[in-house]
């Protein structure tokens, strides 16, 4: 059973850092693309972050890039969120998905989410 598993979100002052996590199990990790989403309330869900497999490739909403970076660590199962200077307009739940391919088809898994709040 794939499972997705968050961490790291709380509460950060505008200007800093917080370290989001995501292990993840029940498929085959390095094949898979995994991205971070948010949403913050009466607002659209936004993709925020992708990592391509194995790491090879990412890209970033523009909102963020310059402050947010994902990685990977395939020896782990897990994703990673680095978000930097933090600002107001960052706060929102982050969801952790996984595109994970079965039987020649695409399905989408997601984490339960973490909130995370920039406020002074």
């Known amino acids: 059973q794939v499972q997705l598993v968050e961490s790291g979100g709380g509460l950060v002052q505008p200007g800093g850092s917080l370290r989001l996590s995501c292990a993840a199990s029940?498929?085959?990790?390095?094949?898979?693309?995994m991205n971070w989403y948010r949403q913050a309330p009466g607002k659209e869900r936004e993709l925020v972050a992708a990592?391509?497999?194995?790491?090879?490739?990412?890209n970033y909403a523009d909102s963020v890039k310059g402050r947010f970076t994902i990685s990977r660590d395939d020896a782990k199962n897990t994703v990673y969120l680095q978000m930097n200077s933090l600002k107001p307009e960052d706060t929102a739940v982050y969801y952790c998905k996984a595109d994970v391919w079965r039987w020649g088809q695409m399905f989408d898994y997601w984490g339960q989410g973490t909130q995370v709040t920039v406020s002074s």
């Open positions: 029940g498929f085959i990790f390095r094949n898979t693309e």
């Open positions: 990592i391509s497999s194995a790491g090879r490739s990412t």
